[in-house]
């Protein structure tokens, strides 16, 4: 009973800045990390960034100093600002949050978005 819907990819500019956007809702409070993913065309998924809900971050070392993941848990929204933007960047990127039921701690659960794509031109 948990949901996330990502926005705000887009058709931009090499050196150009996208600002991404994953809104939780449903049992929002069983929410930990939000994750941020990426798939290119013929490429697997790879792990872009991660938000905890106490504010720890991580990055992968290919965005490390250009991206930027925060989060505002009164909107239970997660925020990926991607500046420096090049013609790798781009990707279908997707919100990605793992969670369980207190009832039920072994048994994981997954929410994806469907994905907003992101388009970069040299």
């Known amino acids: 009973q948990v949901e996330v819907v990502e926005s705000g990819g887009g058709l931009v500019q090499a050196g150009g800045s996208l600002r991404l956007s994953c809104v939780a809702s449903g049992n929002t409070f069983l929410i930990d990390i939000i994750d941020w993913y990426r798939q290119a065309p013929g490429k697997q998924r790879e792990f872009v960034a991660s938000?905890?809900?106490?504010?720890?971050?991580n990055y992968a070392a290919s965005v490390k100093g250009r991206f930027t993941v925060s989060r505002d848990n009164t909107k239970n929204t997660v925020y990926l600002q991607m500046n420096g933007l090049t013609p790798e960047d781009t990707a279908v990127y997707y919100c990605?949050?793992?969670?369980?039921?207190?009832?039920?701690?072994?048994?994981?659960?997954?929410?994806w978005g469907r994905g907003t794509l992101v388009t970069v031109s040299s």
């Open positions: 938000v905890s809900r106490g504010g720890s971050t």
């Open positions: 990605h949050t793992k969670y369980v039921y207190p009832a039920d701690v072994n048994h994981d659960l997954d929410a």
